[in-house]
């Protein structure tokens, strides 16, 4: 696993509001990953605001960051060996999977102590539709902008302009930013005119 040093990210952390609130929440409707009632709306749980770090997979709504035991007990699992050893204030990247839905996270750990990769935090989700991938899930942002479904005009709507676009050969990125190491990425696929991958990131551990 490449790591990279966590820069000034623990001198600001108690500025982080979102961190105060519960990582995740799991509401009584059903699951789109194999339940009998499949979630097909936004919870009223989601936050309305992007900064919150929030996004919803199915009927859990997940703020980061979260502790790794906390993500994993929702049913996703590391790809990787999460005995791995990362240093203190380092971070580095771990791939999961949710049945047949595929992440890719940012592991945090912000220990004073090496800590493995069990024991850190989840900082960021960035999710793709590569290969149909998540095509059974029901995915969203705050604001109502599902994956795979809204427009670039709904985003913009929801969220008004991004701090930074950048165009790319099949897509374009739209970078919301909040901070050091907090942004949220949201990407318009230039084929298919939705939202087709995004990124939630917060580093910010209290």
């Not at 009584?28 to 605001?49: K, R, Y």
């Not at 795979?148 to 990125?173: C, H």
């Not at 084929?191 to 910010?204: K, M």
Request: net charge negative; hydrophobic share 35%; glycine share 6%.
């Amino acid at each position: 696993m490449k790591k990279i040093l966590l820069v000034t990210v623990l001198t600001i952390a108690l500025a982080c509001t979102a961190c105060s609130k519960k990582a995740a929440v799991k509401t009584s409707a059903g699951s789109g990953s194999g339940n009998q009632t499949p979630v097909t709306q936004v919870l009223e749980d989601l936050s309305e605001d992007l900064d919150s770090f929030q996004l919803q997979i199915d009927d859990v709504i997940y703020t980061m960051p979260m502790k790794y035991s906390d993500f994993v007990s929702y049913g996703f699992e590391m790809n990787e060996d999460d005995s791995e050893k990362i240093e203190p204030k380092y971070y580095g990247w771990a791939s999961f999977h949710l049945g047949d839905l595929k992440i890719e996270s940012t592991v945090i750990n912000a220990d004073k102590k090496t800590r493995s990769i069990s024991k850190c935090y989840v900082g960021g989700i960035e999710i793709k539709n590569k290969n149909e991938n998540g095509k059974d899930a029901f995915i969203a942002l705050p604001k109502g902008i599902i994956f795979n479904k809204s427009t670039l005009d709904d985003v913009l709507a929801a969220y008004g302009e991004p701090s930074k676009i950048y165009e790319l050969s099949t897509y374009t990125m739209y970078v919301y930013e909040f901070g050091i190491n907090r942004s949220v990425t949201i990407n318009i696929g230039k084929t298919s005119g939705v939202v087709d991958s995004f990124e939630v990131r917060n580093l910010l551990v209290k």
